[in-house]
């Protein structure tokens, strides 16, 4: 038996509008260790109220960054999967794809994935903590540096534990989710509200739901039309090839 049913090839190639959510399970792929994985060595001696909440960076900016920076540099050293490279590959196929991820790694996007929700932020992006503004650049080697426009504090463009999501992302995400006709559920992603809502959404917009995950019973398999038990990246890069070819 073919680990990729003809059925979902099928649904990819006529859909109009297509979501993929992505979290934590295509990251692991990649080989990014999540929180709990890099909460090791130097770093074990602290809880993670002292690294990763905005109370923590208030009491302790210095450590709170240098934490991120380590967690960004080992993303900037660890290069896309084949999920990530075959949603990019899909885009070729299909322009109109959103991806909307957990992931903070930005592997989306290095991959070549230009429709890219980050609804947890990525830490290569930086931002300002008292005014939000963006910063890709600074002068002083300051840690954590300061905001060129308002002088406060740099911090990673990541939701620490505590904070709420981005609200104009999380619209946006919700509106590609409403617009779409297929939507796909990719490897292990947390069921916490309200990205556990979006198969339900996509139900009521009346598109087809496929999950290709080992995860059994969560939301996104529960509410699928199709369920592929396998990584995504072992049906990805199958998916993405057979449709360039029949597009050929």
């Not at 609804?119 to 002083?140: D, K, M, P, Y």
């Not at 199958?238 to 360039?244: P, R, S």
Request: glycine share 6%.
């Amino acid at each position: 038996m073919s680990l990729l049913p003809d059925s979902v090839i099928t649904l990819v190639r006529q859909a109009h509008q297509i979501v993929a959510l992505t979290g934590g399970g295509v990251a692991s792929e990649a080989k990014f260790p999540s929180f709990r994985e890099s909460h090791t060595g130097e770093w074990a001696r602290y809880d993670v109220s002292e690294l990763a909440t905005p109370q923590a960076f208030q009491r302790n900016p210095r450590l709170v960054w240098e934490w991120y920076a380590h967690r960004r540099r080992v993303a900037e050293q660890i290069h896309p999967g084949p999920t990530h490279q075959a949603l990019a590959a899909l885009e070729r196929f299909n322009p109109n794809i959103t991806i909307v991820t957990q992931a903070i790694d930005g592997l989306h996007t290095r991959a070549g994935s230009t429709q890219v929700i980050e609804l947890n932020g990525s830490l290569l992006q930086t931002r300002c903590f008292e005014a939000g503004h963006i910063v890709n650049t600074w002068e002083h080697d300051d840690i954590p540096p300061r905001c060129p426009h308002c002088g406060s504090f740099l911090r990673p463009d990541v939701v620490m534990f505590g904070e709420g999501l981005a609200q104009t992302d999380l619209r946006r995400a919700r509106a590609a989710v409403d617009a779409c006709d297929l939507f796909l559920a990719l490897g292990t992603i947390a069921t916490i509200e309200p990205v556990s809502s979006f198969p339900i959404a996509a139900r009521k917009a009346r598109a087809h739901v496929v999950a290709i995950t080992h995860e059994e019973d969560s939301i996104y398999t529960v509410l699928a039309d199709e369920i592929i038990s396998a990584a995504p990246g072992e049906v990805l890069p199958i998916l993405a090839l057979a449709l360039l070819n029949q597009s050929r």
